[in-house]
């Protein structure tokens, strides 16, 4: 059986990241650059004021005697004319610096008589002025490839005109769940029925991730319905099942895939929860045959799925971010695989503390809620002690 380590390479290799295609702005969200994204303007487009108050010449003169208020300046309503020194003019935030004008006094520093304003202090020289180009030249560089364009891209893409951008697109997976057992949410379970959960995870995880999950559906443990939902499922980017993966009677996962265009790249990993998990390319999809235990298909889609997903969508870094933290109770290992324990892990004054979960039983959903972790417990460690430093994993995105 190959090793955590060995089967995480395995995946990452053998995936490579989907053809980029030019996509508008407002579609990019999330997405993963895959060209430079340059301005096509200098930002600021025009001089204008950081602050209420008033534009003065840049020569001002007499001030002690007030300056004469000429007219005003607004955002989005430029001043027509001009400053001349012992003028003044009113000024918004945001709005253009009237031709003439040199510098701004802030409201809260003038007094205000007779058409005339009057100024605390002399000012400087360009005070509170935005200079047309300060922030980004056009042509200039805004966001370079590999980055995620999150809502500070865009914003910066958006001031910028910048309406398409060539990104790797967003994945659409499929996941398909196994098990006669297995009823929807909104059913109520019959003798020996349970809730589809995992699909509910999988489908918040693949959200999260920025995917689009598709063919949301329950196969029956048999092969021709599982069959027919596997060749609809073959169109979409990766595709994931749980369940039916075992050695159990009822696991008819492989089965099916013999029959289709499948190669088999791992089948059993060395960890608990997750040993049976599969993985190969259908028609040169990757293909993730997950473990039906809530826990396993939980674990097994972060420490697998999630860096398929991520090579897939163009990003660089696919493995998991880790910490060392201090734990803050006795943990026991598994001896002969490595455990991945489902843990809350909190900054707390000057360290990471870890704190693993009490209920790890791979058949229950109890042990993934409020989790932000996952504790690696090395093959042959029996046990862990309060106080030991340890590696976590962090489950990202969440
Ligand atoms: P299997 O991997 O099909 O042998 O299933 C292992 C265990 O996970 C069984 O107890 C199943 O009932 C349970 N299970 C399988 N699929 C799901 C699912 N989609 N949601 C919740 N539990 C499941
Ligand atoms: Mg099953």
Not at 58 to 65: H, K, L, M, Q, V
Not at 89 to 96: L, N, Q, S
Not at 159 to 177: D, E, K
């Amino acid at each position: 059986m190959i090793s955590y380590d060995e089967a995480l390479q395995c995946v990452v290799e053998s995936i490579s990241p989907l053809k980029p295609r030019e996509t508008s702005l407002n579609e990019a969200s999330g997405l993963i650059l895959a060209k430079p994204a340059k301005a096509l303007w200098e930002m600021p487009r025009y001089d204008n004021s950081a602050m209420d108050g008033f534009a003065i010449n840049e020569f001002p003169e007499n001030i002690e005697a007030g300056l004469s208020i000429v007219g005003a300046s607004y955002a989005g309503h430029p001043f027509a004319g001009q400053i001349r020194p012992g003028e003044a003019v009113r000024i918004t935030t945001g709005a253009a610096m009237p031709v003439g004008a040199g510098a701004v006094v802030p409201i809260e520093d003038t007094i205000e008589k007779n058409d005339k304003v009057f100024l605390n202090e002399t000012p400087k020289q360009g005070q509170h002025v935005r200079y047309a180009g300060e922030e980004y030249r056009a042509e200039e560089i805004l966001v370079d490839p590999a980055t995620r364009l999150k809502a500070g891209e865009i914003a910066l893409l958006a001031s910028a005109g910048v309406q398409q951008v060539c990104v790797y697109p967003r994945l659409r997976v499929a996941v398909i769940s196994t098990g006669d057992e297995l009823v929807k949410l909104g059913q109520t379970p019959g003798p020996g029925q349970i809730i589809n959960s995992n699909l509910h995870f999988l489908r918040t995880r693949l959200f999260e991730c920025g995917c689009t999950p598709i063919y949301l559906d329950i196969g029956a443990d048999d092969q021709k319905t599982l069959g027919q939902l596997i060749d609809q499922a073959i169109d979409a980017d990766l595709i994931i099942t749980t369940g039916g993966v075992s050695v159990g009677e009822k696991d008819y996962v492989q089965a099916t895939l013999q029959n289709r265009n499948f190669e088999k790249i791992f089948w059993k990993v060395a960890i608990k929860p997750g040993k049976p998990l599969l993985f190969g390319k259908l028609e040169a999809k990757p293909f993730f045959g997950l473990p039906g235990n809530p826990a396993a298909t939980a674990a097994t889609f972060e420490l697998f799925v999630k860096p398929a997903l991520k090579r897939l969508s163009g990003q660089v870094d696919v493995l998991p971010e880790k910490r060392m933290a201090t734990l803050t109770h006795e943990v026991m290992g598994d001896g002969k695989r490595q455990a991945f324990l489902w843990c809350s892990l909190q900054w707390d004054k000057s360290e990471y503390r870890v704190t693993v979960s009490q209920r790890q039983g791979s058949g229950q959903n109890r042990c993934l809620a409020s989790k932000n972790a996952m504790l690696a417990v090395p093959t042959h460690v029996n046990s862990l002690y309060s106080g030991d430093q340890v590696e976590v994993l962090l489950i990202e995105g969440s």
